[in-house]
């Protein structure tokens, strides 16, 4: 009996033992269960939670690019605000240009306004002074007409004065005339000076100053007819002042080596026609001189260019009494006739 109780008793005890792990079998299947649906429970909501970060994310990425175009508009905004400032401030400064130039032409126009009330006063006090003018006018018309009759007078006066004095003037046109009367075609003279020329080729060796023995012969002759025809009618000798020996070289070679040349030569002539006989006799040495120009007067060609044959000469000339005085005069006269 004790020994069947006794395994009841075991019996009893692994039955309860089975139950108890059975119970504790179903409570961890429970407890399992439940973690797994918690798992799941928390993977829906972590998949849910990184959805939605991923659109909080892509929404943060758009408001930070919004951000950064609101910025760099607001950057463009300040960037125009500050260029309208500074246009502000120029414009500012123009109308304040304009009111003080404003002000000025006001303060101007109010001293215009001053002075055209002036203005009006004197020319109202002009209009009385023109009103006595005007009578006084009428009674010098009168008193021109007394002059004029007196100038028409005078008028006539220095028109024959003036007739008197071309005829004096006229005095180098008469002894150019006389010479080309005395010394005829076969000598030529300038028509508008009276001048003879010699040419340096005939008279001189190239870059001497010593005449040639064969060219003093005809020298001679041409120059005693030149000066007897000066001197021998009294109404011309009267008048005589200087006579001119002048040397003239071409361009070749410097100026001072030219201008050396030309007065020495000069001289040479000179001091050859003062040795002769009829240059003695009528002291004609004290009205004799001579004169280098270098190449300042050439002769020119039909084509303006520099005749250099014909500019190394030897001119021999006369000049008168007064000459530069009566030229003066013929200008004054020439240009009142105009």
Do not use: C
């Amino acid at each position: 009996m004790d020994f069947f109780k006794k395994e009841d008793e075991n019996t009893n005890f692994w039955i309860s033992y089975a139950d108890l792990m059975a119970g504790l079998l179903f409570v961890f299947i429970l407890l399992i269960g439940a973690i797994v649906t918690k798992s799941i429970l928390l993977k829906s909501d972590l998949l849910s939670n990184k959805n939605k970060l991923k659109k909080n994310k892509t929404a943060l990425e758009l408001k930070n690019d919004e951000i950064k175009r609101l910025k760099k508009l607001l950057l463009e905004k300040n960037t125009q605000l500050v260029s309208f400032s500074k246009k502000v401030v120029i414009l500012q400064s123009i109308v304040n240009d304009v009111n003080a130039s404003l002000l000025e032409k006001e303060r101007k126009l109010k001293d215009y306004e001053g002075k055209i009330l002036v203005l009006s006063n004197e020319l109202t006090e002009e209009k009385n002074r023109l009103k006595l003018q005007d009578e006084q006018i009428v009674k010098l018309l009168d008193t021109i007409g007394e002059k004029e009759t007196r100038y028409d007078r005078l008028v006539e006066e220095m028109q024959k004065t003036k007739k008197r004095i071309k005829n004096l003037t006229g005095i180098r046109i008469k002894v150019i005339a006389e010479l080309k009367k005395a010394l005829g075609k076969k000598i030529q003279i300038d028509p508008k000076t009276g001048s003879m020329r010699f040419s340096a080729s005939i008279l001189f060796d190239k870059g001497k100053a010593k005449l040639k023995e064969g060219a003093k012969k005809e020298l001679k002759k041409v120059f005693l007819r030149y000066v007897k025809a000066l001197i021998d009618n009294p109404d011309i000798k009267k008048h005589l002042d200087k006579i001119i020996i002048e040397g003239h070289t071409d361009s070749d070679g410097g100026y001072l080596y030219n201008l050396q040349l030309s007065q020495k030569r000069a001289y040479e002539v000179m001091n050859y026609l003062s040795t002769l006989d009829f240059v003695k006799k009528h002291h004609l040495r004290d009205l004799m001189i001579a004169s280098g120009r270098s190449y300042l007067d050439p002769i020119l060609d039909k084509n303006g260019n520099e005749d250099k044959d014909k500019s190394r000469r030897i001119e021999i000339k006369f000049t008168l009494k007064n000459q530069d005085a009566m030229k003066e005069i013929e200008k004054i006269l020439d240009s009142k006739d105009e």
